[in-house]
């Protein structure tokens, strides 16, 4: 099992960026898969970004070429940097960790219920 706790969200104005971080505790983060969600008011969790136990990534089309996933396996922690951010990046951040599909996850990467093992979340609020 693993535990996670995210960390990095705030208040920021349209264009700005921020950092979210996730420290994981437990067995053996290197061969999950990990990810980060979010999730609007009354809209349905999304996958954001992903990066597999090898070492691919996959990311939402909404924010291709904005967002960076990374991971630092001897240290445990998963990192999502956030660039050029939007009004409609308001959300919930989540990070979760699941079996790895090493680099052939395809679709499944940004669904949620890939993943087993859930954060408590961070809110990133950004006004236009």
């Known amino acids: 099992q693993v535990q996670l706790v995210e960390s990095g969200g705030g208040s920021v104005q349209s264009g700005g960026s921020l950092r979210l971080s996730c420290v994981a505790s437990?067995?053996?983060?290197?061969?999950?898969?990990v990810a980060w969600f979010r999730q609007a008011p009354g809209k349905d969790r999304e996958g954001v970004a992903v990066?597999?136990?090898?070492?691919?990534?996959t990311y939402a089309d909404s924010v291709k070429g904005r967002f960076t996933v990374s991971r630092d396996n001897a240290e445990n922690t998963l990192d999502l940097q956030m660039n050029s951010l939007k009004p409609e990046d308001t959300a919930m951040y989540y990070c979760?960790?699941?079996?790895?599909?090493?680099?052939?996850?395809?679709?499944?990467?940004?669904?949620?219920?890939?993943?087993?093992?859930w954060g408590q979340g961070t809110q990133v609020t950004v006004s236009s």
């Open positions: 979760a960790a699941g079996a790895p599909f090493n680099g052939g996850g395809g679709h499944y990467y940004l669904h949620y219920g890939a993943y087993n093992y």
């Open positions: 437990g067995d053996s983060f290197a061969t999950y898969c």
């Open positions: 990066i597999d136990s090898d070492g691919t990534t």
